[in-house]
T-cell receptor, first 111, second 116 residues
Framework: SQQGEEDPQALSIQEGENATMNCSYKTSINNLQWYRQNSGRGLVHLILIRSNEREKHSGRLRVTLDTSKKSSSLLITASRAADTASYFC???????????FGKGTLLTVNP | DTGVSQDPRHKITKRGQNVTFRCDPISEHNRLYWYRQTLGQGPEFLTYFQNEAQLEKSRLLSDRFSAERPKGSFSTLEIQRTEQGDSAMYLCASSLSEVQSGNTIYFGEGSWLTVV
């Protein structure tokens, strides 16, 4: 079963707009990680938020975590065409900590 | 460049042939993971190593698949008697052990396999 489920599956916006992607998960987590993947490439780590944190910022990225709702969101502000990619949330639990991914959100930023 | 290297980046092989992928993790990382990703899907966990010990294998990893990390550094993933359903991107990742406390898992660029 999938731990992380991203929503929406696809998002198309204009350059300069903000993009918000959501992630829901099913079980308790230690922390949650967001990744970006350009077409045909590997995953690039964006941000990690611990289960005891509620919000975290990194440059134009803002991640929130609501453990009571088992959900997280990723906000990209002032989007650029170069932000066009798939975005995944992933989480794990326990000492083995194998990440479980959803299908991702495909973000298209139109210039 | 995250520091996780994978080779080859692309491999086209005929059905029934064997293929091997290599992964060089970030040097101080003692955990190494293999994932598989098909088009339109997120990565799926295959297996992971703590140093040279293979600690867990997914049910996705049939007996045609074998992974090794002989000296706790680089790892290889071999697929024997390839089938068209094996066509996917194989991703390697590495991390320090204490991921649950907040260490990041870093992925490589992946190795694309096409079985014709």
């Amino acid at each position: 079963s999938q731990q992380g489920e991203e929503d929406p599956q696809a998002l198309s916006i204009q350059e300069g707009e903000n993009a918000t992607m959501n992630c829901s998960y099913k079980t308790s987590i230690n922390n949650l990680q967001w990744y970006r993947q350009n077409s045909g490439r590997g995953l690039v780590h964006l941000i990690l938020i611990r289960s005891n944190e509620r919000e975290k910022h990194s440059g134009r990225l803002r991640v929130t975590l609501d453990t009571s709702k088992k959900s997280s969101s990723l906000l990209i502000t002032a989007s650029r065409a170069a932000d066009t990619a798939s975005y995944f949330c992933a989480s794990g639990l326990g000492s083995n900590y194998k990440l479980t991914f959803g299908k991702g959100t495909l973000l298209t930023v139109n210039p | 460049d995250t520091g996780v290297s994978q080779d080859p980046r692309h491999k086209i092989t005929k059905r029934g042939q064997n293929v091997t992928f290599r992964c060089d993790p970030i040097s101080e990382h003692n955990r190494l993971y293999w994932y598989r990703q098909t088009l339109g899907q997120g990565p799926e966990f295959l297996t992971y190593f703590q140093n040279e010990a293979q600690l867990e294998k997914s049910r996705l990893l049939s007996d045609r698949f074998s992974a090794e990390r002989p000296k706790g550094s680089f790892s290889t993933l071999e697929i024997q008697r390839t089938e068209q359903g094996d066509s996917a991107m194989y991703l390697c990742a590495s991390s320090l052990s204490e991921v649950q406390s907040g260490n990041t898992i870093y992925f490589g660029e992946g190795s694309w396999l096409t079985v014709v």
